[in-house]
């Protein structure tokens, strides 16, 4: 090899690194798909590591890695750079051998890399990415049927990455038309699409909210009817004018809605291609709110509150007489200046001004008192009311303010002192509270509502006083926050009185604020609603479930005519009342795919007094198909008499689309599974087949006398297709377990004469290694069980096979002992212990898993196919038992289990 063989082109080399990164799989999470194929590699290569790796600047990237734990190592010593420079199979039988590579870190070694052989994966446009590579310790060679093996596994490789790089760009590609569709549909303007026919090909759902349109009903018309209407000939120059030059164009017309409303829309349209593409702006309200402006322009110069109109910059354009009136400040005083600079209002506290300046920043509607001082130096109180005015494009156009003189409503206020009073015999508790809450004077209603005195809780706050278990602390807490903003606030909320009883109560507090604006006293009023909350409830749970539920209801008569729906029926069905009142609420509902027996059969139902709950579809009154779900409740006089037929229809569409998915999803899944069930069974015949030809004829062979060259290679012959029919064999087996085809038989076993057979048939193995095979079974262990005989040796007979394939001296020793047991029942722990090499710790909990070995070179040393283990967990856990392992490396292992097991008697035979 010559390292001048790694000289890669720049320019070819980076784009090589953009075809890898397109596939955007570099530091990945593993993939089965993957992970399968470098296990594969490795049982077909027989070498105990396998990988698939990705090379990009400066790292060799494993995708998936068999036998091996790293993620990945630096390209400089990467083998897979010699596989990426050609097409075909790169392979180094002795790497020690090898000028270049015998150098590498990962060879120059105690345990370093021996052999190498990898396929590179090559890209439809003939980059090569990286390689599948398998790797071993010892020198080898790869055969012609290997080397074919590994090219086609590179191949597959390279298909699963090609596919996992086209769902991607199909989900992104979906994702964005969804986005594109989301954003398109929830415009609140009108966008369609028009052929050249003047006909709307698509249109989005707002055409519904503005003119009352379905897409469907909107889609087909014609543009000079829905957009137009009768004034054609006033549009048809600006129409023409937009065909001959294909520029977009504006234009304002009046549309009539579907309820027969005038709507003034705001469109604007191009022509491209035959086709027109125009959105259409609801602009009614702002062409209304210019009418009522100008109406309004006539009446404010009249009226007693002052009106103050600035400007999109909120500078003032006009003020009327009654503005003057008040403050005493002329249009001259605050023209062309911002309204606040001038008349310097100040808000009753911090938060009303931090509200205040945060209506202003967002240009929202508010309403604020303020104090002020007029003109000509009086103290006033004035309420401001400022709402902003909209142009055609949503902007700002202006500012109106209403101004209120509330002086005289402050003073009187602060005289609700003074008429507390006069309110010591009201019905209704009233209390008076200083600025920090204390309690001042409360009269004797109130004292007989609460039951504490006055004494009581005179110059004291009472807090959480009247507080308990029911209380809604929501509440508690708002008027709380009411009273620390200086706010008025009206509650409903249980209390508890001083005697520990409970009473609902409405509290109303206000706020009483002297000349600087601070407030000095807070009156309260408190009346008793404990009777009247009680009838609130009922009427409110009733409230709840007929008309605030986002279910339909509807009230039939003893006959089954709609009487009443709520509006929840309305939105679902889009029938009115008006639209079903007096008939069988089924006869409105029905459609050409409705199932008209479902309806019948529930109609008898009712006939025989009898509730029912069916899943129905029907047609909306726009014709649109709906699945609902229909519950119906008979409604009985004293005298067992119908007299009402309650029903409650939920829509389930999506819950039925889910459905018919999840059946779908299932149907695939079934032909999946199906298909893997044909395709391991076309494999036990087409592969086991030849491969049993292939043993008789070693065999028959080995009897006719070889020379000892030819020995040595039949033995090599027996042993590799021995091994590979073990593997097929493990492979069904395990196959069917993992799909559920195995069912556990419940009948007869003779448990010391299985024990004896699986020794009988163990002993010869035993014997040619030279170590002893033992059982022994404890007098307790019942003579027959019920249980899966076939299953059962399975099991042992797994663990009998590895224990003897891994014990060179010694023994390996079957073990039964009963843990419990009663009449009927048994649990028994089975047991096979050896003498041989041991597990590792760190390895015990992986020797169970699909084609594991302790350790890397188990296979080679030993054979098998790292599922026997794996078989046997399985078929125990089909016992709801579980395998355990006690081992110490180089002294031997003992597996263990434990099974509950029925006992045989002879009454079940008579059973």
Not at 199 to 209: A, F, H, L, M
Request: charged share 30%; aromatic share 8%.
């Amino acid at each position: 090899m010559n390292k001048e063989g790694l000289k890669y082109p720049t320019e070819l080399e980076e784009r090589r690194i953009a075809a890898l990164n397109s596939y955007d799989v570099l530091d990945t999470l593993p993939e089965k798909e993957f992970d399968a194929i470098t296990r594969l590699a490795s049982y077909i290569c027989q070498a105990p590591v396998a990988l698939i790796t990705l090379l990009n600047e400066d790292k060799q990237w494993f995708k998936s890695k068999f036998g091996i734990e790293i993620d990945g190592t630096d390209r400089a010593h990467s083998f897979c750079n010699y596989t990426i420079l050609g097409d075909d199979i790169f392979e180094v039988p002795d790497t020690l051998e090898d000028e270049v590579l015998k150098t590498n870190p990962f060879v120059d070694t105690d345990g370093g890399v021996r052999f190498y052989a990898g396929a590179p994966l090559v890209d439809p446009d003939g980059y090569r990415l990286g390689s599948l590579c398998v790797v071993d310790t010892v020198p080898r060679k790869l055969t012609a049927e290997q080397r074919d093996a590994l090219r086609t596994l590179a191949s597959e490789v390279m298909s699963h990455l090609l596919l996992r790089k086209q769902k991607k760009e199909l989900e992104q590609s979906l994702e964005m038309h969804k986005q594109y569709s989301t954003l398109f549909n929830s415009s609140a303007d009108i966008h369609f699409i028009a052929g050249e026919g003047s006909e709307i090909e698509y249109i989005n759902s707002s055409v519904t909210d503005i003119l009352g349109y379905t897409t469907q009903q909107a889609i087909g018309k014609s543009l000079w009817e829905f957009v137009v209407g009768r004034n054609r000939e006033k549009y048809v120059p600006l129409i023409e004018e937009a065909l001959r030059t294909q520029r977009p164009f504006e234009l304002e017309t009046q549309t009539v809605a579907l309820n027969g409303d005038v709507k003034h829309i705001s469109w604007s349209a191009i022509n491209r291609g035959g086709k027109w593409y125009a959105s259409g702006r609801d602009t009614t309200f702002q062409q209304k709110l210019i009418e009522d402006t100008r109406q309004l322009s006539l009446v404010a110069s009249k009226i007693k509150n002052g009106v103050v109109i600035s400007n999109a910059n909120d500078e003032v354009m006009w003020t009327n007489e009654a503005f003057e009136n008040i403050t005493g400040y002329t249009l001259k005083d605050v023209e062309g200046k911002f309204l606040g600079a001038v008349i310097q209002g100040k808000p009753i506290d911090a938060d009303t001004e931090r509200q205040l300046t945060e209506a202003r920043r967002k240009n929202v509607s508010y309403e604020v008192e303020l104090s002020m001082v007029s003109k000509y130096g009086m103290p006033l109180w004035i309420l401001v009311n400022n709402s902003p005015v909209y142009a055609e494009d949503g902007s700002i156009e202006k500012y109106i303010r209403i101004v209120i003189d509330i002086t005289k409503r402050k003073q009187a206020e602060q005289n609700v002192e003074i008429l507390s009073f006069a309110a010591r015999k009201s019905p209704s508790g009233i209390f008076i509270r200083d600025a920090a809450g204390r309690i001042m004077w409360m009269n004797e209603a109130l004292e007989n509502i609460i039951g504490y005195k006055l004494a009581e809780l005179k110059d004291q706050t009472v807090g959480t006083l009247l507080i308990g278990e029911d209380t809604n602390l929501e509440v508690f807490h708002k008027a709380v926050e009411a009273v620390k903003a200086n706010q008025s606030y009206e509650i409903e909320i249980k209390i508890y009185r001083k005697d520990g009883s409970t009473a609902w109560v409405y509290i109303s507090n206000s706020p009483l604020f002297n000349e600087d604006g601070n407030v000095e006293r807070q009156i309260g009023v408190m009346v008793d609603i404990t009777e009247r909350k009680k009838i609130d409830e009922q009427l409110k749970m009733l409230s709840l479930v007929a008309s605030k539920t986002n279910s339909g209801v509807i009230i039939n008569n003893a006959d089954g005519h709609v009487e009443w729906v709520n509006s929840a029926f309305e939105k679902i069905t889009g029938y009115s009342l008006a639209d079903v009142r007096g008939k069988h609420l089924g006869d409105s509902l029905k459609g050409e795919l409705t199932d008209i027996a479902i309806i019948e059969k529930v109609r008898e139902l009712s006939a025989q007094k009898q509730s029912f709950e069916v899943d129905l579809l029907i047609y909306r009154k726009d014709g649109e198909q709906l699945w609902i779900s229909v519950i119906n409740s008979v409604i009985m006089d004293d005298d067992g008499k119908v007299e009402r037929y309650i029903e409650t229809i939920i829509d389930i569409t999506a819950k039925k689309k889910a459905e018919l998915e999840l059946i779908a999803a299932k149907e695939e899944a079934l032909q999946l599974s199906r298909a893997k069930d044909m395709f391991m069974g076309v494999m036990s015949h087409e592969i086991r087949t030849p491969l049993n030809a292939v043993i008789g004829m070693s065999h028959l062979l080995m009897e006719d006398n070889p020379h000892e060259s030819q020995k040595e290679n039949l033995e090599v012959l027996k042993f590799s297709a021995e091994n590979l029919m073990t593997l097929i064999n493990d492979v069904l087996d395990f196959t069917k377990i993992e799909t559920g085809n195995i069912e556990l038989e419940r009948a007869k076993v003779d448990l010391r004469e299985m024990v004896q057979s699986i020794v009988g048939s163990m002993r010869y193995k035993a014997q040619e290694k030279g170590i002893s095979l033992t059982c022994t079974i404890e007098d307790a262990v019942p003579e027959k069980i019920i249980g899966d005989r076939a299953r059962l040796v399975q099991i042992l007979l797994n663990l009998v096979s590895n224990s003897v394939k891994f014990t060179s001296e010694g023994g390996v020793s079957i073990d039964l002992k009963v843990i419990e047991q009663s009449e009927d029942t048994v649990r028994i722990r089975f047991g096979v212990a050896d003498t041989g090499i041991g597990i590792a710790k760190d390895k015990q909990g992986t020797i169970f898993e699909s084609f594991k070995q302790a350790e890397m070179d188990t296979t080679r040393k030993y054979g098998g196919t790292g599922l026997g283990l794996a078989i046997s967990k399985r078929l125990i856990e089909l016992h709801d038992s579980r395998i355990n392992v006690d081992s110490v490396v180089g002294e031997g292992s003992t597996f263990w289990f434990t099974l509950p097991l029925t006992r045989w008697l002879s009454r079940r035979q008579i059973i």
